[in-house]
Each structure stands twice: as structure tokens, then as C-alpha cells.
């Protein structure tokens, strides 16, 4: 069955610095999507970056890029410029192909913002 | 404004009490899907559907019923909700089957079973 793990329950960064959070997934199969999500306090979930398996090339949106390594089953999150804005929970997300609407959860990190 | 809306938001209920939570979205999305929230647990999905009369489990349907009656509407009833169904659930709807597509989350509705 597949799994998605983020082992970082909580992580801390500076504002204007760098941060990356971790997200291993486990799945036989060869195509599928993975997606990071953002909570605020205001409990709205956001997307923030989408990779489909077949495209090599790491996804970017503005300040946030993704590295990932899909032979490791690695798809971490790196946000550049840390704002105060990005405190928040992070989930990362697995979505199986086609023909299926079925979404697999990481248990989320929870970043928080230092001034 | 394009949106998902979930009511009611808050929701205090007891042992037993059958309850609906109401989901509506306006842009005409064929995907929908319900979720749940625990701390330290995620979001787990219980039922999605992918068009009118088509629906499916996800990885926690026990004590819930969906049914998609309607495009726009999707509605999660507990016929007899218990104090382990206490949690924050999210409605969700997204445009076509591709993965590209974004799902659109609700606001919420948070959930005590006494």
C-alpha cells in the first residue's frame, strides 16, 4: 500500500533564510502526482507545488522548488526567502493516476517562522 | 466567487444523532472528495466521487455515507456519529481527473461527538 512520511513533526527558521522539509513515499507504482500543501492558522488548505512522476525536472514556484528524487522515493520541499506568511503546516501528497480521485496524506510538518 | 462551501462550520452533537455535513461547490468540478484531520494523523480521505452516482472509498469510510446526487453537491451523513468521529473534516473538488488539476478545499467543519 502506498505511504507517504514526513518525519519532521515541527521545524524552525529564520526569517529570509532557507528551509527544507522532508517527504519520503513508498509506491510500486511508475506514475502518479505529488503534491505539497500548505495550512495557516486559518485551517484553509493551500496548494503550494504539484510534480507529476514522469517529468524529471524539479517543480519551482516562486520561492518554492521541490527536489525530487524519484528512484530514492524523495520529494522534499525547500522555501527560499522565509516569510513571517509561511508559518503554517506543510503537507506533503500522493495522488494515484488516472481513474482514481485517491489522495494519500503525509501527518505534516509544522514550520515556524523566526523574526 | 468561485468556491467550496461546507456547513455547518461547528457542530456539537451526542452518541447516536444522525447528522448530514453539507458540501457545495460552483465550478462545476466532477471530482469531490471528503477528508479528515486528526492531530499527528493527516488528512485520511473517506469517500470521494468522481462524477454524479459514482462514488468511492478512501482509506477510512467506516461510519460515514456519501452520495452525489447532484454535480455541485456532496454530502457526508453520519447515521450514528460516535466520539472517534470527533475531528475536523474537509470537503474538496477538482476539475478533471488530471493530476495537474488543483483540488479546492473547504473551510472546514469541526466536529464533536459527546
Known amino acids: 500500500a502506498q505511504t507517504v512520511t514526513q518525519s519532521q513533526p515541527e521545524m524552525s527558521v529564520q526569517e529570509a533564510e532557507t528551509v527544507t522539509l522532508s517527504c519520503t513515499y513508498d509506491?510500486?507504482?511508475?506514475?502518479?502526482?505529488l503534491f505539497w500543501y500548505k495550512q495557516p492558522p486559518s485551517r484553509q488548505m493551500i496548494l503550494v507545488i504539484r510534480?507529476?512522476?514522469?517529468?524529471?525536472q524539479n517543480a519551482t514556484e516562486n520561492r518554492f522548488s521541490v527536489n525530487f528524487q524519484k528512484a530514492a522515493k524523495s520529494f522534499s520541499l525547500k522555501i527560499s526567502d522565509s516569510q513571517l506568511g509561511d508559518a503554517a503546516m506543510y503537507f506533503c501528497a500522493y495522488r494515484f493516476t488516472s481513474g482514481t480521485y485517491k489522495y494519500i496524506f503525509g501527518t505534516g510538518t509544522r514550520l515556524k517562522v523566526l523574526a | 466567487e468561485a468556491q467550496v462551501t461546507q456547513n455547518p462550520r461547528y457542530l456539537i452533537t451526542v452518541t447516536g444523532k444522525k447528522l448530514t455535513v453539507t458540501c457545495s461547490q460552483n465550478?462545476?468540478?466532477?471530482?469531490m472528495s471528503w477528508y479528515r484531520q486528526d492531530p499527528g494523523l493527516g488528512l485520511r480521505q473517506i469517500y470521494y466521487?468522481?462524477?454524479?452516482?459514482?462514488?468511492d472509498k478512501g482509506d477510512v469510510p467506516e461510519g460515514y455515507k456519501v452520495s452525489r446526487k447532484e454535480k455541485r453537491n456532496f454530502p457526508l451523513i453520519l447515521e450514528s456519529p460516535s466520539p472517534n468521529q470527533t475531528s475536523l473534516y474537509f470537503c474538496?473538488?477538482?476539475?478533471?481527473?488530471?493530476?495537474?488539476?488543483?483540488?479546492?478545499f473547504g473551510p472546514g467543519t469541526r466536529l464533536t461527538v459527546l
Open positions: 466521487s468522481m462524477n454524479v452516482e459514482v462514488t
Open positions: 509506491t510500486s507504482e511508475s506514475d502518479y502526482y
Open positions: 474538496a473538488s477538482s476539475l478533471v481527473i488530471s493530476g495537474r488539476a488543483p483540488q479546492f
Open positions: 465550478m462545476n468540478h466532477e471530482y
Open positions: 510534480q507529476e512522476a514522469y517529468k524529471q
